[in-house]
């Protein structure tokens, strides 16, 4: 069974920067494109944005652009979610999954942006 798992969330500092990172087993992860998503308290869950199995990738939230950007390492099985200047509004739940069509998500890494 392929899992999902969510790594790197923690507290920082509006105007800081973390780094999430999210692993699966290499059978499903390198030739798929991959999401990621957020669920801020209280809201909906929401496509952050995805990259493709060739590396291309799309934010999907105007409020992220210029400030996340997401990669991939096929050799570690790995994407990454780079969020610089982070804002309050950035707190939430982060998940990745397989895009379009999801497997079974993962347990998400929170991501708490507060003085």
């Known amino acids: 069974q392929v899992q999902l798992v969510e790594s790197g969330g923690g507290l920082v500092q509006p105007g800081g920067s973390l780094r999430l990172s999210c692993t699966t087993s290499r059978s499903a992860f390198s030739s798929n494109a991959w999401a990621w998503y957020r669920q801020a308290p209280g809201k909906e869950r929401e496509l952050v944005g995805f990259?493709?199995?060739?590396?291309?990738?799309?934010i999907s939230v105007d409020s992220v652009k210029g400030r996340f950007a997401i990669s991939r390492d096929n050799a570690k099985n790995t994407c990454y979610l780079q969020m610089n200047s982070l804002k309050p509004e950035d707190t939430g739940v982060y998940y990745c999954?397989?895009?379009?069509?999801?497997?079974?998500w993962g347990q998400g890494t929170q991501v708490t942006v507060s003085s």
């Open positions: 990259i493709s199995s060739g590396g291309g990738s799309t």
């Open positions: 999954n397989r895009y379009p069509y999801p497997i079974p």
